[in-house]
């Protein structure tokens, strides 16, 4: 069967670094994917990982290991705006034609 | 581009009712991607098509749940007769491709009483 696992609550101060991690079991993969959603918001895209490693786009950070099945998305420098859930978004197929799953999300809390 | 639009933003209905939420996607993309948010299931997918054909509806839940694109511009999702568990936000999305970055509309946000 297919799981996908983040924690559902993060709280966090300002100016610091919070890492969200993700779990997920999958027959397939192909990408992890990581979106941003404010409340009453839509989800937009942040990140995307193909291959294992660090991808780095300002503040945000988003890093893969296929072979443990694990990804973070990695906030720094933390701003009260970075208040959101955050959603990791595994493509589950063998392909770039499998659509992404999301789950629950987890919900960031930056606080002053 | 105005972005993913749909309409309406809200709508508050008496269970029975027929719901038909409407979603345009940005022009160029091929995929079409209905989803449901609810606190307690997250954010779910019901349905996709690409390049207007249905691809995938096994997250339709019942059978009072249809899809239909009937051209590049435009999808429907109808929820007939309406219950008061499909009180949710429902979000269009669409991508260049199946797998890739989808981009979200503001979603409806469904309420049946």
């Known amino acids: 069967g297919q799981s996908l696992e983040q924690p559902s609550e993060v709280t966090a101060v300002e100016g610091a670094i919070v890492q969200i991690n993700c779990t997920y079991q999958?027959?397939?993969?192909?990408?992890l994917s990581w979106y941003q959603q404010h409340d009453g918001g839509a989800p937009t895209f942040l990140s995307y990982?193909?291959?294992?490693g660090l991808e780095e786009t300002g503040r945000f950070s988003s890093f893969l290991s296929r072979s443990d099945s694990y990804g973070y998305l990695l906030l720094q420098e933390l701003q009260m705006k970075d208040s959101a859930s955050y959603f990791c978004?595994?493509?589950?197929?063998?392909?770039?034609?499998?659509?992404?799953?999301f789950g629950k999300g987890t919900r960031l809390s930056v606080i002053a | 581009d105005a972005g993913v639009i749909q309409s309406p933003r809200h709508e508050v209905t008496e269970m029975g009712q027929e719901v038909t939420l409407r979603c345009k996607p940005i022009s160029g993309h091929n995929s079409l991607f209905w989803y449901r948010q609810t606190m307690m299931r997250g954010l779910e997918l019901l349905i996709y098509?690409?390049?207007?054909?249905?691809?995938?509806d096994s997250g339709m839940p019942e059978d009072r749940f249809s899809a239909k694109m009937p051209n590049a511009s435009f999808s429907t999702l109808k929820i007939q007769p309406s219950e008061p568990r499909d009180s949710a936000v429902y979000f269009c999305a669409g991508g260049l491709g199946v797998g890739d970055e989808q981009f979200f509309g503001p979603g409806t946000r469904l309420t049946v009483l």
């Open positions: 098509f690409n390049n207007n054909v249905p691809i995938d």
């Open positions: 999958t027959s397939g993969f192909y990408g």
């Open positions: 978004a595994p493509s589950l197929g063998n392909s770039g034609n499998t659509p992404l799953v």
């Open positions: 990982n193909g291959l294992d």
